[in-house]
């Protein structure tokens, strides 16, 4: 439609007719809008959940990298139960629902804490307990951002209905003017030929 609103041959029929120059730019404008809110639906389903996985991501790793050492801690002092805790790896988190495996890091990050006093044998101390906070925090925020995307989705899901319905409606406008405009052109033909 744009591609035959553009061609100037076409525009030369109707620029007389300035309702229909006016509906055709209420509608260029309208296709324009269309394709902010299409890239907005893009960014909130994509981009807040591709920041949601790289903060999953960073948070597993960062939890594997200390629960490892702590292993060889809990090994060393023969403590069984919470050797089983840190006994952990990437892939452990990467299978099933993310809620258990964040349930499971949180656990592990509070075994840490809790004994970071007696870990600096294998170079744990409370600055690596402030970085599985943060890598936690990190990835909590960006579930809330997903949140909030997700209802400023629906908020534009809405919109969109409500623009495509005035596109529609626009078209609707711009073909019955085309076709009064092409049968004036038709009448006059008729008229100057049989004359």
Not at 80 to 85: E, K, V
Not at 116 to 141: F, G, R, W
Not at 167 to 173: A, E, R, T, V
């Amino acid at each position: 439609m744009l591609i035959f609103f553009a061609d100037p041959m076409n525009v030369a029929v109707w620029t007389s007719f300035t309702r229909l120059t006016a509906e055709i730019t209420n509608f260029v404008n309208m296709n324009n809008t269309l394709a902010n809110y299409i890239q907005q639906h893009y960014t909130d389903i994509t981009g807040i959940t591709t920041a949601k996985n790289d903060a999953f991501a960073s948070m597993v790793a960062t939890v594997v990298n200390k629960a490892q050492k702590a292993y060889v801690w809990a090994i060393d002092n023969s403590n069984n139960n919470l050797a089983a805790i840190f006994d952990v790896k990437k892939s452990n988190f990467m299978k099933g629902s993310e809620i258990t495996a964040f349930s499971k890091i949180k656990n592990i990050r509070d075994s840490i804490a809790a004994n970071i006093a007696m870990m600096k044998s294998v170079q744990l101390d409370a600055a690596d307990v402030a970085m599985l906070n943060s890598a936690i925090t990190t990835y909590q925020n960006a579930i809330g951002s997903q949140g909030a995307a997700q209802a400023h989705k629906t908020q534009g899901t809405k919109a969109l209905e409500k623009l495509l319905y005035s596109i529609d409606k626009s078209l609707n406008l711009i073909d019955k003017f085309i076709f009064v405009r092409s049968c004036q052109f038709d009448k006059r033909i008729f008229i100057e030929s049989a004359t």
